[in-house]
Structure formats: C-alpha cells, structure tokens
C-alpha cells in the first residue's frame, strides 16, 4: 500500500497571513508632544509678552525709566505695555476656547462610528483620525524653552531692582573730563537782577556760547538742580547728564560754582544731587572759552531729597 505522501498544497484562504497589522495606526506624530506641547508653547509665549507688559508698567510707575530712556519717551512705553497686556488678555481667552474646541473634536474623532461595516459584535481596530497631516515639523518646540529663558532675562533683571540709578559717579566724571577752577580775582563783580529767570540747565550751559546770550543772562538770579563735583574747597562743578534718547548718547551739560566761603560746600559730597541758587555771570576758562558761572549766595546750596 503506497503510504506516498500527498504533497501538501499550500492552501489559499484568500487573505493574506503577511498582514503586518498595517491597519493604520497612523496617527504621524505620537501623542506625547502633539496637542500638550502646542498649548505649552503658546502658554509660554503669552506668559513672556504679560510679563514685559507688567515690567513696562511698573518701570513707568516707579521711575525707572528715568535712569535709561528720556522722558519723550516714557508715555509710549506706559501706552506700548498697555497694549501688549490687552494683547495678551484676548490671546488668553482665544487659547481658552481653542482647547475646549480641541478636546471636543477629539471625543468625536474617539468616537464608535468609524466609518467601516463590521460584523455583528466585531470590535473596531481602526482609529477614525489619522493626524497625518502633522508633519514632524509641525511639532517642533522644543527650543520654545530656550525661548522663553533669553525673553525672561529682562525681566529677570527688573525683578532684581534694576536699574537703580544712573552711570556711576566714577562714570560721570569720566564723561565730564578733567575739570578746572578759575581764577576768581578775575572775575568781574556784576549786579543782580530783580526777579528769577526760569531754571533751564540746557539754555544756561548753552548761553555760554553765545555773545547775545551772555548778555541777557548776565546779573540774573537763577536756581538750577544738577550734581555736585568738588573742584577746590569753594569751587564746585554743577552738571547734569541731558538723554536725548537712551542713557548711551547721554551728554553732560555743566556749569562752574562759586560759593563765598569754603563751609557752604563743607556737608555735600561729590555726586550729590542740590539745587543751587546765585547769580549768572560767564567767564573765560584755561582754554579761553566762555563758561557759565554761578555766584552761590550764601544760603544758596539745598539737597532735593532725591
């Protein structure tokens, strides 16, 4: 009897056993850093732009903008972070709503209804979404971070308490240069006018140039507030630095002192802020330029508190 094995012919099923479950978990980026991680960034960018709104406010409120920036400018600093909050606000609620809308769409997309005829308790292995459409660049944020940590630097920095002040005092001497007293035995004795002209640094460190200004300006009282740098034991330097911009093109403007005795300038020290009244005269330096010169009275030196 031929127990000759039959050759076994592969049977066909009509479905192929290779199928390497290619049922389309195609969801082209994982879950990990889809949705969240847009959010995330979004976050952090709105976090970073209320936190220069809030620092704007507060350098305007506090008065440091005084020690960086020139008054002209101050109003659209305190309007630009107002702006920028408002700005900040509605993209807060417009994120609101979208991560609700979000999280809807994604109950739906979960839904049962996948859109495939199946038999009769046979369980859906298809998700209904395909997120392909998210290209992996689409979901690259992860320098958002580093992002956020240069952005934070400035306010990082107001959150210390700075700027405090101005340049140094070692810094203003520097761009005053090197100062000299004058010769007081040359300095003619001028009658003081009635009345006190208006306190204008500027005018009064730019009438020096001028013949006709000089003029005008002789024998008139005036009070001008600037800073202290000590020259001899009754002879001072009296200057301000004048922004135009920003504290880097700040230039000073400058006028020398006189008092009458050497005890009016006995309690200030060199780089601080007085007001000082006298009587404006110009006179000739080492260089043969005219210089302002102010004539202290005698009660003429004040702190201003400042």
């Not at 992002?147 to 107001?158: K, N, Q, S, T």
């Amino acid at each position: 009897m031929d127990h000759t094995t039959d050759a076994h012919t592969p049977h066909s099923h009509g479905h192929d056993h290779g199928h390497a479950h290619s049922h389309t978990h195609d969801h082209g980026h994982d879950h990990s850093h889809g949705g969240s991680d847009y959010y995330l960034q979004q976050l952090l960018t709105v976090f970073i732009c209320g936190a220069f709104g809030v620092s704007g406010v507060l350098m305007y409120t506090l008065g440091k903008l005084n020690f960086i920036l020139a008054p002209a400018f101050h109003l659209w600093v305190l309007v630009g972070s107002g702006l920028l909050l408002a700005a900040v606000a509605f993209r807060m609620v417009a994120l609101w709503r979208s991560a609700g809308a979000h999280a809807n769409d994604h109950d739906h997309a979960h839904g049962d209804d996948c859109g495939h005829d199946h038999k009769p308790g046979e369980k859906c292995d298809h998700h209904g979404h395909s997120h392909a459409d998210h290209s992996a660049e689409d979901h690259d944020h992860g320098n958002i971070y580093w992002r956020v940590v240069v952005l934070a630097f400035p306010v990082a920095i107001l959150a210390m308490g700075l700027p405090n002040s101005s340049f140094s005092k070692e810094k203003e001497f520097e761009m005053l240069g090197k100062g000299s007293a004058i010769d007081t035995n040359n300095l003619a004795e001028v009658q003081a006018k009635d009345g006190e002209i208006k306190s204008d640094f500027d005018l009064l460190a730019s009438a020096a140039y001028s013949q006709p200004k000089r003029d005008a300006y002789t024998g008139a009282k005036a009070s001008i507030v600037g800073k202290m740098r000590k020259l001899t034991d009754k002879q001072f330097t009296l200057y301000k630095l004048k922004i135009t911009c920003c504290s880097s093109d700040a230039i000073p403007l400058q006028a020398l002192a006189i008092t009458k005795s050497a005890s009016q300038m006995a309690n200030f020290g060199d780089g601080e802020e007085i007001e000082v009244k006298g009587v404006i005269q110009f006179a000739p330096n080492d260089k043969g330029e005219y210089i302002t010169v102010l004539k202290v009275d005698p009660d003429g030196i004040r702190r201003t508190g400042k």
